[in-house]
């Protein structure tokens, strides 16, 4: 299947029907064992691909910058918030982190924190509801202003509020960029 820039495609399937399994190859979790994967490749006339990058000519670190990933299982790392909302984009300024935690709608949840933006993750996260993770690792995404955007059931964790307010969040997110959504 092809997929433009700028595209947003959902990938729909039972499980086990190899959803997460394109996605994997995309980001070179593995390698294909046959087939290609191009990126900002074009079609010709009779359908053939023309152009485009192979990323397993790339490096992973220069494939990874390129991709924001958030997932059902969203981690967040010993530090402050701030630490983890810059982990995609370390020479992120604060004021750009505040940027896009207020075009995604989460910066007033996360000045709402004991310590806002300051406040300490405990291990893996365990201090955070669900939904207070799942939000932090979408804003960690859009802070990271990655070119190609994958969402692996990044909402099925949470309560429906939560729910809402991340499915406002995944608008901004999904502005002039590529999508994936499972």
């Known amino acids: 299947f092809r997929v433009r820039a700028g595209e947003t495609v959902a990938l729909v399937g039972h499980t086990g029907s190899g959803k997460t399994s394109i996605i994997s190859l995309l980001a070179r979790f593995y ?5 290609q ?4 490749a074009e079609s010709g006339p009779d359908g053939t ?4 990058h192979d990323p397993l000519k790339h490096t992973l670190a220069s494939l990874h910058r390129q991709l924001g990933i958030v997932t059902q299982e969203n981690f967040l790392f010993t530090g402050s918030i701030m630490d983890n909302l810059k982990f995609g984009r370390p020479e992120a300024t604060d004021e750009e982190v505040f940027s896009a935690a207020r075009r995604l709608g989460t910066h007033e949840m996360l000045s709402r924190l004991p310590e806002g933006y300051s406040t ?8 955070f509801s669900a939904g207070e993770r799942q939000l932090v690792t979408i804003t960690r995404a859009m802070v990271a202003e990655p070119r190609i ?4 059931e990044a909402t099925s964790a949470v309560d ?8 406002q969040a ?4 999904f502005a002039r960029r590529t999508s994936f959504v499972i």
């Open 170 to 173: 995944l608008e901004a997110l």
């Open 37 to 40: 994967i191009r990126l900002d």
């Open 49 to 52: 691909v023309i152009g485009g």
């Open 31 to 35: 390698e294909p064992q046959e087939g």
């Open 160 to 167: 429906p509020q939560t729910e809402r307010v991340i499915q």
């Open 149 to 152: 955007l994958i969402l692996d």
């Open 120 to 127: 300490l993750v405990g291990e893996r996260g365990a201090n």
